[in-house]
């Protein structure tokens, strides 16, 4: 099969060999009222109340969102605003943990009949996909459109992050199992799973999984950036593509993460939501890469204490990977239901940008068959046709471009700043 440009990175995958680990209890989480795409949740507690771990604390009636629930017993020690890394300043929940971590007596296997009970289990758990998007999981799952492919995406292509690959080595049959029962209710023929071929262990573990059932493949895939993106996944998998403007239910096709699946099948085992994040911790100033599991809520600089990390040296913080993550404002920031790794960086050598040397680099290893160039100039000029013209909506803002370029331009920033304006206008107009 042709495969779509990308790039060769170095992987520094340190952690692929350590086991999830709990850390010490924070001395409070704090829980953003948004860890998810769509509409915020309301606070369903108040300051002084004792919370269990799984109570429900935050909630919205619309469908786009997500609930949120109590990731540690105690009390609730105060209702904040709080400012997320991009700037939006939404309300969180501040709990005081009590160091028991006593379950909500509500907290029991759902049981359901047919697909819409399914669906309404699933909202209830507050999943969202963990691998950054934060799509509802239940939102995702209600397509009307025929199904013929799951796929289940666990090629994690950015450098450092071992979250998923952890996870399909700790909780083999788990996913296997979520893969089943969402194949059963959703009534999907076949199910491929996508891991980049630089993770053997995991590869053979799924295999070993899937032994005996023809419906479920695994998919070894060259370890080229960013082979985990949907769309590329979608067509290195299948072959199928998903035209500008489409879903891939469209084409047949539901794509989750691995992660995400083995969340589904242990609320279905235990009932209890999504309280807990495993991830990775690393970077050049942490003392002690890790692969850890925390309350959803805790600061990053607790997590980080537990890594041995030099505080003083952090020039970078980052949530996620270092291609597509989000750099974060500071230690007491949280850790998220789509939090899979932490990254601490010291600094960087500095790199002089340049007038754009026309050597064609980032037209190359776009993997969507961009030109990056000519959207920065479009960008600049404030020309919003020649950037739909130019398909920018098809930018994943995976940052291959800005990565290859010799002059240091900042192409993917540029570009994300670009659907910004087009978003706000297609708003306005509206």
């Known amino acids: 099969m042709r495969r779509l440009h990308g790039i060769h990175l170095p992987h520094t995958k340190q952690t692929t060999d350590m086991p999830f680990v709990h850390p010490p209890l924070p001395e409070q989480v704090i829980l953003p009222m948004v860890m998810h795409m769509g509409l915020a949740c309301e606070p369903t507690v108040r300051a002084g109340q004792t919370v269990h771990v799984g109570d429900l604390i935050g909630h919205n009636d619309a469908v786009f969102s997500a609930d949120i629930h109590a990731s540690v017993s105690g009390t609730v020690k105060a209702i904040t605003d709080y400012r997320l890394a991009s700037g939006v300043i939404c309300k969180a929940v501040v709990l005081t943990p009590d160091g028991a971590q006593t379950p909500s007596p509500d907290i029991a296997p759902p049981v359901y009949s047919g697909r819409e009970e399914f669906l309404s289990a699933i909202r209830k758990s507050g999943a969202v996909g963990m691998g950054g998007a934060g799509f509802p999981v239940h939102v995702k799952l209600s397509t009307q459109q025929a199904i013929e492919y799951l796929i289940v995406n666990a090629a994690e ?222 960008y600049l000029r404030g020309d919003l046709d020649r950037l739909d013209r130019l398909h920018i909506s098809l930018c994943m803002l995976c940052g291959c471009c800005s990565y290859v370029c010799p002059s240091n331009r900042p192409l993917a920033q540029t570009n994300g700043l670009a659907k910004a304006v087009i978003r706000r206008n297609k708003e306005v107009q509206v």
């Open 157 to 378: 292509c950015e450098p450092y992050i071992t979250a998923d690959d952890r996870t399909m080595q700790e909780k083999r049959d788990l996913i296997r199992d979520g893969i089943r029962r969402i194949m059963e209710v959703l009534e999907i023929p076949s199910c491929i799973i996508g891991v980049e071929s630089n993770k053997p262990r995991a590869i053979a573990l799924m295999e070993e999984a899937a032994a005996g059932d023809d419906s479920i493949r695994v998919r070894a895939l060259p370890p080229v950036y960013p082979q985990g993106a949907e769309k590329i996944l979608i067509f290195h998998t299948t072959g199928r593509i998903v035209p500008e403007g489409h879903i891939p239910a469209d084409q047949g096709v539901l794509v989750m993460n691995v992660s995400t699946v083995a969340f589904l099948e242990e609320y279905f085992t235990t009932g209890m939501p999504l309280v807990e994040r495993s991830l990775t911790v690393d970077g050049d100033a942490i003392g002690r890469p890790c692969s850890v599991t925390v309350p959803v809520g805790t600061p990053l600089g607790h997590i980080l204490q537990y890594a041995q990390c030099d505080f003083d040296a952090v020039d970078r913080l980052i949530s996620g990977g270092p291609m597509m993550g989000v750099c974060q404002r500071d230690f007491e920031q949280a850790v998220t239901k789509t939090t899979n790794a932490i990254l601490a960086m010291k600094e960087a050598p500095e790199r002089r940008t340049c007038a754009c040397i026309r050597c064609g680099r980032c037209i190359r290893v776009c993997p969507m068959h961009l030109m990056p160039t000519e959207l920065e100039k479009a």
